[in-house]
C-alpha cells in the first residue's frame, strides 16, 4: 500500500474511531495504529549546547582520528590470564584505543574481550557491557548508571579510569601536540601551547604525563605544575573530548524497515514481525518503558538483571550510584560542570536520588539492538530470545540489589510469541553506516 493511501485509511478511521472501534488496517486496530505511530520516525539528534563544537566538521575528523588512537592510553597495570583478550601486560604503553571496546566493525560494541559479556581494559574488568556508540547521542544520561549527561564527559571519564586506558590529560596534550597539532589548532582557540615541544625551552612546565592525584600515574607529576598550566591542560583535554563528541554524533542509524511500514510500504517486515509489534504494544507491554521513536523512555528501572557472569560484580546499585557521581566527582564533566559551553538546560543539580534507583539500569534504545549482543549490564544473554525470556519470568526474584519495577511482571508470552518479538526487533537494524566513518584515520 502507498503512503498516502495509508495516511488516508489512518485518518479516515481515525475520523470514524468515535463510534466504531472495530476496524483494523494490516490486522491493527486505530488505537493500535496512534501507537505504532509514536514509534516513527526517528528524528535528528537533539542539539548539544554543552559542546561549543558538536556540529564542527573539523572536530568531528579530528574526533575520529582520536577514537581510533591507542597512544591516548596509558601503562597497563593488569595481567590477564592468556585467552581473555588482553592488549598488553604490565608497564606496556598505548595499547589501548576506544576502538579496542567500541569496534567500528561490529555496531561499536566489544567482541575482543573473552568472555565477551564484559571488557577488558588497562587495569582490568570492567565489569558492564560496552555499550555500543551507535545512536549513543540521543540519550539524555550516558552509560548503564546515566553517571554523566554528556558525551564528551563520559569519553574523557573512559581515557583516565585507570580501568579503561589509564590515560591521562598531560600525555594527551603531548600526544596532540606531536601528532594533530594542525587539526587541534584549525578548531581550538588558543593553538597549542608551545611548551608542549619537548625540545621548548620551558618544556619542564608540561611533564610528560599527569592526572590529579594519580598515584598509579609513573611520572604523575599533576600537582607540581603551576595552576595557570594546569588549566590549559584541562582546556585541551576537554576539547578533546568535545571532538570525540562530534564524531560520535555522526554515529546515526535511522532508516530501519520498521520505519518503511510506519511510512506505508506494507511488505517491508514479515507478518511474523508485525505479530510481534502486536505483542510490543499490547501483551508484551515493551512499550511501557522502549517509547518513542528512540525506543527508551530515558529513565532508570529494575528489572531483576541477577549479578551473574565471570567478571561481574555481585553487589551493582545502578543508577543510584549513577547520581552520587553526576553529582559528586563527576560534575565537572556534566551538563552543570564548569566544562561544560551551556548550563542553563542542566537537569543534574535537580536531581534527587529514590529508593527505585537500587539497581535500576537506563532504559536502551532498541534501534539496531539485533546488532549488539551479548544484552543487558551484566552482558549475560547471548541473544535476544534470552532477554524475552527473562521478561516473560517478569525477571529474576533475587541476584540483584533493590527491588524489580512495577511495570515488569509475568507475560505469559508462547514460544512463537516470543519468536515473533525477536522478529519485530529485528526490524529496528537501520541502514549501515558511511564507510568512511568506519575508517581509522589516526596518524601513525
Ligand atoms: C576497556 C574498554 C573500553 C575502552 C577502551 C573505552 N570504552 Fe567506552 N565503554 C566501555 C564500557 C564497558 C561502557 C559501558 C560503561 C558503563 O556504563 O558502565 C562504555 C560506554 C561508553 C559510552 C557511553 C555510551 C552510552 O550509550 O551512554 C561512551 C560515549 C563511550 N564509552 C565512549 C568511549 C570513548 C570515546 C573511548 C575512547 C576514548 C572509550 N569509550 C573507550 C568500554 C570501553
Ligand atoms: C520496566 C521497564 C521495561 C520494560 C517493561 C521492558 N524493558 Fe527492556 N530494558 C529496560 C531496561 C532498564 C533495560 C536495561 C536493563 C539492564 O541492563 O539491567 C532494558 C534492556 C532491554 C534489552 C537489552 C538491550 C541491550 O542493549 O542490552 C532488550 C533487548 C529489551 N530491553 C527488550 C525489551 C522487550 C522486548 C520488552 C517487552 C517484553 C521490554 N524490554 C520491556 C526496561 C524495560
Known amino acids: 500500500m502507498r503512503r498516502e493511501n495509508l495516511n488516508y485509511i489512518i485518518g479516515l478511521i481515525t475520523f470514524l474511531g468515535a463510534c466504531s472501534g472495530d476496524e ?3 490486522g491493527f486496530t486505530n488505537q493500535e495504529w496512534a501507537e505504532i505511530a509514536k514509534l516513527s520516525p526517528l528524528g535528528d539528534p537533539p542539539p548539544d549546547p554543552t559542546n561549543r563544537v558538536a556540529n564542527d566538521p573539523g572536530a568531528a575528523a579530528l ?32 595499547r589501548y584505543a576506544c576502538t ?6 561490529h555496531n561499536f560494541v566489544d567482541v575482543r574481550s573473552n568472555p565477551v559479556a564484559t571488557s577488558l581494559g588497562t587495569g582490568g574488568w570492567l565489569g558492564h557491557n560496552a555499550l555500543t556508540l551507535v545512536n549513543a547521542v540521543y540519550y539524555d544520561w550516558t552509560g548503564w548508571w546515566g553517571f554523566v549527561d554528556t558525551l564528551w564527559g563520559h569519553s574523557l571519564i573512559g581515557v583516565e579510569a585507570g580501568i579503561a586506558a589509564n590515560g591521562d590529560r598531560l600525555r594527551t596534550a603531548h600526544l596532540l601536540y606531536a601528532k594533530y597539532r594542525t587539526q587541534y589548532n584549525a578548531v581550538f582557540d ?9 625540545a621548548a625551552v620551558d618544556a619542564a612546565r608540561f611533564p610528560a604525563s599527569g592526572k590529579p592525584k594519580a598515584p598509579m600515574a609513573p611520572d604523575g607529576d599533576w600537582e607540581m605544575m603551576a595552576p595557570a598550566d594546569q588549566a590549559l591542560i584541562v582546556q585541551i583535554f576537554v576539547n578533546t573530548s568535545k571532538a570525540c563528541n562530534a ?5 546515526v542509524k535511522k532508516q530501519a524497515p520498521f520505519d518503511r511500514y510506519v511510512a506505508g510500504e506494507t511488505t517491508a517486515i514479515s507478518s511474523k514481525a508485525k505479530e510481534g509489534l502486536k505483542l510490543f504494544i499490547g501483551k508484551a507491554a515493551c512499550i511501557k518503558c522502549h517509547e518513542g521513536p528512540f525506543f527508551s523512555d530515558q529513565k532508570f528501572h529494575n528489572t531483576g538483571v541477577p549479578q551473574e557472569g565471570l567478571h561481574v560484580s555481585t553487589m551493582d546499585t545502578g543508577r543510584d550510584l549513577g547520581i552520587i557521581l553526576v553529582k559528586g566527582p563527576l560534575r565537572e564533566w556534566s ?7 551551556d548550563t542553563s538546560a542542566s537537569k543534574v543539580d535537580a536531581l534527587v536520588a529514590d529508593p527505585k534507583d ?3 539500569f537506563r532504559t536502551q534504545g532498541l534501534r539496531n539492538v539485533a546488532g549488539t549482543a551479548p544484552y543487558m549490564h551484566t552482558g549475560q544473554f ?3 530470545r534470552e532477554v524475552i525470556k527473562l521478561y516473560n519470568e517478569g525477571g529474576k526474584k533475587t541476584g540483584f540489589v533493590g527491588v524489580v519495577d512495577d511495570l515488569i511482571k509475568p507475560l505469559n508470552l508462547t514460544d512463537p510469541e516470543i519468536d515473533a518479538l525477536v522478529a519485530f526487533l529485528e526490524t529496528l537494524t537501520g541502514e549501515p553506516l558511511p564507510a568512511e566513518l568506519l575508517t581509522d584515520t589516526s596518524v601513525p
Open 190 to 198: 588558543p593553538d597549542l601551547d608551545p611548551a608542549l615541544d619537548p
Open 24 to 26: 483494523t488496517i494490516d
Open 335 to 341: 551538563s552543570a560542570g564548569a566544562n561544560s559551553d
Open 247 to 251: 564524531y560520535l554524533r555522526k554515529l
Open 100 to 105: 579496542s571496546c567500541h569496534d567500528p566493525a
Open 358 to 360: 537500587m539497581g535500576a
Open 63 to 94: 574526533g575520529q582520528m582520536l577514537f581510533f588512537e591507542k597512544e591516548l592510553s596509558g601503562p597497563v597495570t593488569f595481567d590477564a590470564t592468556p585467552g581473555e583478550g588482553a592488549l598488553g601486560v604490565t608497564g606496556d604503553i598505548g
Open 382 to 384: 547471548a541473544d535476544l
